[in-house]
């Protein structure tokens, strides 16, 4: 038999490391970022075109690199930033494996200009997939441009991989932002198209966060200062009544490298604990500053994970940390703010424990008046194009057996619906009696499913019945934010909502879904945003059942609303008129049937 084992080229083993490092395009702009963070610039740049996926480039006023230096950068495991593995502890740079460029230059079409200050001037290097292709001596200001050009063009399986444009830009917004917020004295610049993102001159830390995400967070943050041996903590946290719907903004730095760790963010929830309503989450920045060699960053090659060596301590200096800022903004709330006037929210006397806030129900709400017959200028709301099921109990009659110890071929049968009487138990339930038992319908998933179906039909037949705001509501939203909602426009105008940009990261809302007639706008938009981060999915359908769900959760009545008879009535009819009435949106049961033979059982 011959040897069979053989040493892969240069070039396919620095793919195969790339996939490690690059991932998409956020990937290789954050490593590009984080260079020139390293090489000491004060002015970053950062342009990109197509989302990345074609063009993206980095340009920075930093020391620049040696015409024998800008060659060697490109090699896998070249850095300048450690030269023993005892360094690995002391590290104070982002980087320090001397992957990225190497990864970057085997899966794109690079081209870097570096000048050193003093040299008059500077070195042209262009590779593509791993293979210098010319180095020149050319004229470019001093500091480093990096250009990337499309991505993956030796690897079609990846790029193919790639979301849409939306999608991959959001991660290089998120990649952006934690690089230009621990680093407030540098001057960054973000330009997309033709567009400027963002353009963050020289600031403190507090008002950079304001330029990132909107005048309104100025008066949201609460100072926090925690000195321990063990690290110092700094940074902001929102006052609880801003909390969002929305989980944007949560930033842990440690020595300004953004970090993700899932147990000091309890750390954070938990000192919230009883001041945010239910689904809200608390905003937070907070820098740890931790000697090196407490840490170790290297456990993840794109370095957001991170392990500490005092974990349990680090949580509870933050917890009480977070506390102790929390509980002195409500004693002396003006006391933290150096700009904030207007800020008048009742200190609390200390040791007065807070109520968490309660859901509140608009008691005049009702989801079940016939809005065909009200306001003249209304669009029908359509509540079901379809027939309305006049026999409904023909298909209660259908009712699905949720007990499978009974006969699954057996039917309920069901007096018709006028003669119905429904009875509401718990703010929560209808009940009804039928020949076999007991049919109980859970109100809220019951008009979720209603909603939900209703929205679907009205897409498909592009039809959605809108109604016109009397006045227009505009709303401001953070870059990142607003940049979602713009990639969202055509989807928001076929869900019935009439909307416009305004500049200046507004929108202005002039007319929305009927089915949201009483809802707050600003939530169900935020609700969408925040929709939209989680999903992943590139079908288009998909992508229009999932914010019609949204939509759907949004409009539809609560737990906890008292119902008349005419109402459950109304609900039953249409629950039943749909066509998957069992099934609440998240998979759940909407009826239940109990037996008789359950009840009698109950009496035993
Ligand atoms: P690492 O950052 O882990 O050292 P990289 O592959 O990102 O690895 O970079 C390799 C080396 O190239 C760096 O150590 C640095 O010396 C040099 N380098 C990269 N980008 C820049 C830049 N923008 N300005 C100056 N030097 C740079
Ligand atoms: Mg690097």
């Not at 979301?163 to 960054?188: G, N, Y």
């Not at 109604?467 to 709303?475: A, G, K, R, S």
């Amino acid at each position: 038999m011959p040897d069979v084992i053989h040493l892969l080229p240069d070039s396919v083993a620095n793919q195969i490391a790339a996939g490690e490092v690059v991932q998409r395009p956020a990937s290789a702009v954050k490593e590009l970022l984080e260079n020139a963070i390293d090489a000491g610039a004060d002015e970053i740049t950062l342009i990109v075109r197509e989302a990345g996926k074609t063009y993206l480039q980095v340009i920075d006023n930093g020391k620049g690199m040696s015409e024998t230096d800008a060659r060697m950068s490109f090699e896998r495991h070249a850095t300048s930033k450690i030269k023993s593995a005892e360094d690995i502890f002391a590290i104070h740079t982002k980087g320090f494996r001397g992957e990225a460029l190497a990864s970057i230059a085997a899966v794109a079409q690079v081209e870097l200009r570096s000048r050193q200050r003093e040299e008059e001037l500077g070195t042209c290097l262009k590779i593509e997939g791993s293979t210098v292709k010319s180095q020149e001596f050319c004229n470019t200001p001093h500091g480093t441009r990096i250009e990337v050009k499309n991505l993956f063009y030796n690897i079609p399986a990846r790029r193919n991989f790639l979301k849409s444009d939306a999608v991959e830009l959001r991660h290089i917004i998120d990649e952006f932002q934690r690089v230009a917020i621990p680093h407030p004295h540098i001057h960054f610049t973000f330009i997309n198209g033709k567009s400027e993102l963002f353009n963050l001159p020289p600031v403190g830390l507090r008002q950079r966060i304001v330029n990132i995400f909107g005048a309104k967070f100025n008066e949201r943050l609460v100072p926090v200062e925690e000195k321990t041996p063990i690290l110092q903590l700094h940074g902001f946290i929102g006052k609880p009544e801003f909390a969002r719907k929305t989980r944007g903004e949560q930033f842990f730095f440690a020595n300004n490298r953004y970090i993700k760790n899932g147990y000091l963010h309890k750390a954070v929830c938990n000192a919230f604990e009883g001041l945010l309503q239910d689904g809200s989450h608390p905003t937070y920045f907070l820098f740890l500053e931790i000697d090196p060699a407490r840490i170790d960053v290297n456990i993840h090659p794109t370095k957001t994970e991170i392990k500490f060596e005092d974990e349990k301590a680090i949580h509870v200096i933050i917890r009480t940390a977070v506390k102790h800022a929390l509980g002195q903004y409500n004693i002396a709330p003006s006391l933290d703010f150096e700009t904030d006037q207007q800020f008048s929210m009742p200190g609390l006397p200390k040791g007065t424990p807070v109520e968490r806030p309660g859901i509140t129900v608009d008691p005049t709400f009702n989801p079940f008046e016939d809005r065909r017959k009200s306001g003249a200028g209304k669009a029908s709301p359509s509540l079901h194009p379809k027939t309305p099921m006049q026999d409904w109990e023909s298909l209660m009659n259908e009712l699905p057996d949720l007990d499978a110890k009974t006969n699954p071929q057996e039917r309920i049968d069901v007096e018709p619906a006028a003669r119905k009487h429904f009875t509401q138990v718990g703010k929560k339930y209808i009940l009804t009696a039928h020949g076999n038992g007991l049919i109980m319908i859970h109100q809220q998933r019951a008009h979720e499913r209603i909603c939900y179906e209703r929205l679907m039909e009205s897409l498909e037949s592009k039809n959605i019945p809108s109604q016109q705001l009397l006045f227009p509501q505009n709303l401001n939203f953070s870059a990142a934010d607003f940049q979602i909602v713009e990639s969202l426009m055509p989807q928001l105008r076929e869900m019935g909502f009439d909307i416009d940009e305004f500049g200046n990261h507004e929108v202005v809302v002039n007319g929305i879904p009927l089915v949201l007639e009483s809802s707050d706008i600003r939530l169900v938009l935020e609700q969408l945003i925040e929709n939209e981060k989680d999903f992943r999915g590139n079908k288009k359908e998909d992508h229009l059942g999932k914010m019609a769900q949204v939509l759907a959760k949004v409009s539809a009545i609560k737990i906890g609303k008292k119902m008349e008879q005419e109402e459950m009535h109304h609900l039953v009819d249409e629950l039943f008129a749909c066509s998957s009435p069992y099934v609440s949106l998240a998979g759940k049961p909407v009826i239940v049937n109990l037996h008789l033979e359950d009840i009698d059982k109950s009496f035993n």
